[in-house]
């Protein structure tokens, strides 16, 4: 739901209230899967790039991850 849509929302109508609730979940998921991403943009200073080759792309993503799930292991 677009922001805006969801200002206009009547929070005292049944239904305008869950789809309310229903926003809000939404929005708290996409905040815990966007930061992690986040993170790893920043670290690798989110530029675009050539096209490397399928094999090349995949080897560097997967080292990027291997990487980034030691960092979350290391902070827990």
């Given at each position: 739901?677009?922001?805006?849509?969801?200002?206009?929302?009547?929070?005292?109508?049944?239904?305008?209230?869950?789809?309310?609730?229903?926003?809000?979940?939404?929005?708290?998921?996409?905040?815990?899967?966007?930061?992690?991403?986040?993170?790893?943009?920043?670290?690798?200073?989110?530029?675009?790039?050539?096209?490397?080759?399928?094999?090349?792309?995949?080897?560097?993503?997967?080292?990027?991850?291997?990487?980034?799930?030691?960092?979350i292991a290391?902070?827990?």
């Amino acid at each position: 739901m677009r922001p805006g849509k969801r200002r206009k929302l009547d929070l005292r109508d049944s239904l305008d209230a869950i789809y309310g609730q229903i926003e809000r979940l939404k929005a708290g998921i996409r905040a815990k899967v966007e930061h992690p991403f986040r993170v790893f943009k920043r670290q690798f200073s989110y530029t675009k790039t050539r096209y490397r080759g399928l094999r090349k792309n995949t080897v560097i993503l997967a080292a990027s991850l291997t990487i980034r799930t030691a960092q979350i292991a290391s902070c827990q």
